[in-house]
């Protein structure tokens, strides 16, 4: 038996979320264009899910093709790439949207994005008064373009009790 390495770990988080992908998107509305149902709400997380797969599969081939020149996964190098700051950071953005789905009814677009956009700049380093600056200028230039210009729905959460 050969040992398991993160191409094999890699190769089965992708085809896991392919298969997510996959089940959720049967959920979504069929949309007719033309003579097919081809296309529709589905048809992109559909392709996205298929290139996953694709690669999923490719990542657990690779994985035993050149196993004696990887190295295997054990407990000392995955509490090391547990404690990488990348990783650190894909975990906090993976929060960030999840929390961001969650409470953008409730606290509304402008609170949500402000805070997002205030907390990566924080853990990327940024100083104070540039992330209050730039986090304030880049959620009004998004609420003024797709907001306003664009129409486009964006819950006001608590501040529509203040009328904005």
Do not use: Q
């Amino acid at each position: 038996m050969r040992n398991v390495t993160t191409d094999h770990i890699i190769g089965i988080i992708c085809l896991l979320v392919s298969t997510v992908m996959l089940y959720v998107s049967r959920s979504f509305p069929t949309a007719t264009t033309g003579a097919s149902d081809l296309t529709g709400p589905s048809f992109y997380p559909n392709i996205l899910a298929l290139v996953f797969a694709l690669c999923g599969i490719g990542e657990i081939i690779a994985g035993f093709t050149h196993a004696e020149e990887r190295k295997t996964l054990d407990l000392k190098r995955l509490t090391g790439a547990l404690r990488n700051p990348g990783f650190l950071n894909v975990i906090l953005i993976i929060v960030l949207i999840i929390g961001f789905m969650l409470l953008m009814e409730i606290l509304g677009f402008i609170i949500c994005s402000y805070l997002m956009v205030f907390i990566l700049m924080w853990r990327f380093g940024v100083n104070w008064i540039r992330k209050t600056l730039y986090s304030v200028i880049l959620v009004a230039l998004i609420y003024l373009l797709f907001g306003k210009l664009f129409k486009i729905y964006l819950p006001s959460g608590v501040l529509g009790y203040f009328g904005l």
